[in-house]
């Protein structure tokens, strides 16, 4: 749970946090969609997340800090 909750009370779904899939610090492919292209960086993921959550990941070529969607255990996507 994200919070505490009382003794017979009600556990709601936002009440609730997924198991994160990525950790802070993990390396993590970068991979940049949009129109046909697809290009793929490694770099660091700045946030721990869980499927489906933007977090923000550092590129390790350019050093750049992007938003990306959490797609697996090693891999984010950046939409271009």
């Given amino acids: 749970a ?3 909750i009382l003794k017979d009370g009600i556990i709601q779904k936002n009440s ?3 198991k994160a899939i990525i950790e802070k610090d993990q390396s ?3 991979v940049f969609q949009g129109r ?3 290009i793929a ?3 660091k993921a700045l946030k721990e997340g869980s499927m489906g959550d933007k977090i923000l990941v ?3 070529k350019y ?3 992007y938003s990306a969607t959490v797609d697996s ?3 984010v996507t950046v939409r271009i």
């Fill in 28 to 30: 993590v492919d970068i």
């Fill in 63 to 65: 050093n750049k800090i």
């Fill in 41 to 43: 960086l490694k770099g």
């Fill in 2 to 4: 994200s919070r505490n």
């Fill in 73 to 75: 255990n090693s891999k």
């Fill in 36 to 38: 046909g292209v697809q």
């Fill in 58 to 60: 550092r590129s390790d």
């Fill in 16 to 18: 609730v946090k997924t």
